[in-house]
C-alpha cells in the first residue's frame, strides 16, 4: 500500500459543515487532548450522535459499578478483539497509568495471565462480544457472576462494552486513521502491541 492509497488523516468523509456543535465537539477535543481528534471530524456531521453515544456509556458504566481499572481492561480487550488502534492506544495507555505497561500491553495482545481471576473474566467476556456475541455461553455468565457482578450489572457492563464496539466501528468503518498524538502518548510496549488496523496520521492533528 502506497501513500496515495490511503485516505486523508481524517477519514474517507468530506468536511463536516460549520455549525455550533461541531465547534463545541472541536473544542471539548483541544480541552481534554490538547488537539482536535481525526475520529472527531467523521463525528462533526452528527456531534449529538457521539454525545447520546458518550452519555449512555457514562451512564452504563456507573450501573455497572465499573471501577476505572475495570473500564481499562474491558475498552482495551474489546478494542484489540475488533483490531481497532484508536482505543486500543487510547485505553492501553489509560490501563498502563492504571496497572502499568506490562499489563495493559498484555491485555492487548490477549493475555490475561497478569490479570486476578474475575478480571480475566472481564477480558474474556469482552473479547468475546467484539469477536463472536452469539459463541457466549452460561459459564462465561457464571464467571461474571463469580466475579463478583450481578445481573443487573452484567447487563449494564455488556451494554458498556457494546457501545464501546459501536464507537469504535464507527471510527475505523469511516476510515479515520490514529492520531500522531495518541501514538506518541501511549508506552512503546502498548505501541508494540497494537500491531493492527489502520496506519497512524501521516501528521500530527492540530
Not at 459501536?166 to 506518541?184: E, H, I
Request: glycine share 6%; with cysteine.
Amino acid at each position: 500500500m502506497t501513500p496515495d492509497d490511503l485516505p486523508p488523516d481524517t477519514g474517507f468523509l468530506r468536511p463536516a459543515d460549520p455549525s455550533p456543535e461541531a465547534e463545541q465537539l472541536f473544542a471539548d477535543d483541544r480541552q481534554e487532548a490538547g488537539y482536535v481528534m481525526n475520529l472527531s471530524h467523521a463525528w462533526a456531521h452528527r456531534p449529538v450522535a457521539q454525545q447520546r453515544l458518550m452519555d449512555q456509556l457514562r451512564e452504563a458504566a456507573a450501573a455497572a459499578g465499573l471501577s476505572y481499572r475495570q473500564r481499562g481492561i474491558l475498552v482495551a480487550a474489546s478494542a484489540a478483539g475488533l483490531r481497532d488502534p484508536h482505543c486500543s492506544l487510547a485505553w492501553g495507555r489509560r490501563l498502563a497509568t492504571e496497572a502499568g505497561d506490562e499489563v495493559a500491553a498484555a491485555v492487548l495482545r490477549g493475555d490475561d495471565d497478569v490479570l486476578e481471576p474475575g478480571e480475566r473474566a472481564l477480558a474474556r467476556w469482552a473479547r468475546q462480544l467484539a469477536t463472536d456475541p452469539s459463541g457466549t455461553t452460561a459459564a462465561d455468565v457464571e464467571a461474571l457472576r463469580a466475579a463478583g457482578l450481578d445481573d443487573a450489572q452484567i447487563l449494564a457492563m455488556t451494554v458498556f462494552v457494546a457501545l464501546r464496539i459501536a464507537f469504535s466501528t464507527v471510527n475505523d468503518a469511516l476510515g479515520a486513521r490514529p492520531d500522531v498524538q495518541l501514538v506518541t502518548a501511549a508506552p512503546e510496549v502498548v505501541r508494540r502491541a497494537v500491531t493492527y488496523g489502520r496506519p497512524a496520521a501521516t501528521r500530527a492533528s492540530p
